[in-house]
């Protein structure tokens, strides 16, 4: 970039970081004590889709694919959602508090949580009855990391420092040099998953606390889903929530281009896991669960469903996606579904919908493609500063 853009890029990053984040003070504890109306006269016995769902959106997890799929769902249901005021996300960095909930009274319930956020459990609990289930994802913290460094570096300033063609091997060799624990947006760079769950990213590995977060995430959500199993993670929670698989059909929604995505050798992964120690056992723990989960359900049984799952997947592609394959940015043809950039790159890609697709199937094909600012704008959430800042990147080139 050159040093204009740096130099606007520090200012934005400055006035951003005065914008008010509404929400002032947390009301005090009061229950959740008005429940949204559920379908009634559900016969005795039978299974019936759960519609309470806490979703922790965790970073570069795929978890804009799976937002999807509970606006998908929330929608089919005319569930209510517990939306940010202004934002796509619930003033993330900081911790989450139910105040910043838009129009929230103390008392409301809602049905679906699943922006992101810095989680907050007694919060985020406050406003959902006592059986709704709380999900969330967790990724190979090695490639978390990767992704989040060229996704979110140009915003983390102590990168600026970095030179050289690979900045990520450079950032590698050495990262106690480099990073800053206090600097701006610098939770992006170490332990990104410990830190959106709430955790101190900076504990010691060696600290006790470090397992005690760790089983308190496994008291707390009843599925721990994997980005690297994310079909067989769907199959799990349809399961778990009683959903049939039209619920879980899905397109890869902020996908990078594949030539933009670099092959971390095994040093790099080495030093990277390491780096993110916390993450790594997290993910470890997680993992060994997950396998328990699969081998509980059935391992030929998963097999099944997943392969149902795909071909029902390939085809809605044929159904709705011009060229059964996603395109570039530049390629995307319709403002409408252009995703959201990283900053100085337009790595991510969309979807072209076919020109003529039949009535039975023309709204869900465009709601699979939509991405998520635009469907939480159809949704009739405000998201005022966030198209604010997209305009202001937009004049800006950056």
Not at 48 to 59: A, I, Q, R, S
Not at 107 to 124: A, K, T
Not at 229 to 253: G, Q
Request: glycine share 4%; with cysteine; aromatic share 14%.
């Amino acid at each position: 970039m050159s040093e204009f853009s740096y130099f606007a890029l520090f200012i934005l990053i400055l006035i951003w970081s005065t914008l008010p984040f509404g929400g002032l003070k947390a009301p005090e504890p009061t229950r959740c004590s008005s429940p949204p109306t559920s379908p009634a006269n559900i016969p005795k016995g039978s299974c019936w889709p759960k519609l309470d769902v806490v979703f922790m959106k965790t970073h570069k997890t795929a978890s804009s694919t799976l937002l999807n799929i509970l606006l998908r769902f929330g929608q089919k249901y005319n569930l209510k959602f517990a939306f940010p005021s202004g934002y796509n996300d619930f003033n993330y960095p900081s911790f989450f508090k139910r105040s910043l909930v838009h129009n929230y009274q103390p008392g409301d319930c809602f049905n679906i949580i699943c922006n992101h956020m810095r989680f907050s459990y007694s919060e985020v609990h406050s406003l959902v009855t006592p059986n709704a289930t709380f999900i969330t994802v967790l990724r190979d913290p090695a490639h978390l990391f990767e992704s989040s460094f060229h996704y979110f570096g140009m915003v983390v300033p102590f990168t600026w420092r970095l030179t050289g063609p690979d900045k990520l091997a450079k950032f590698l060799q050495d990262p106690d040099h480099y990073y800053d624990p206090k600097g701006f947006n610098a939770h992006y760079l170490r332990n990104l998953l410990f830190f959106d769950l709430g955790y101190d990213s900076g504990l010691d590995p060696r600290s006790p606390q470090v397992e005690a977060h760790i089983l308190e995430v496994e008291q707390r959500f009843h599925l721990v889903m994997l980005q690297e199993y994310f079909d067989e993670s769907l199959v799990l929670l349809k399961e778990l929530l009683c959903w049939e698989l039209e619920d879980i059909v899905y397109f890869k929604l902020n996908a990078r281009r594949a030539s933009t995505v670099p092959r971390l050798t095994g040093e790099l992964y080495r030093r990277a896991t390491a780096w993110n120690q916390l993450d790594a056992l997290l993910y470890r723990h997680f993992n060994a669960s997950f396998w328990h989960k699969v081998e509980a359900f059935g391992r030929e049984r998963m097999a099944r469903e997943v392969a149902s799952l795909r071909r029902e997947n390939e085809r809605m592609e044929r159904i709705c996606i011009d060229g059964e394959h996603a395109v570039d940015a530049k390629d995307i043809e319709k403002p409408s579904l252009q995703p959201w950039q990283a900053m100085g790159a337009k790595t991510i890609l969309g979807y072209n919908l076919k020109k003529h697709i039949s009535h039975q199937y023309s709204q869900l094909c465009r709601k699979m493609v939509t991405p998520e600012i635009q469907y939480m704008t159809e949704l009739g959430v405000n998201l005022w500063v966030t198209k604010l800042w997209w305009y202001i990147r937009k004049f800006l080139q950056i």
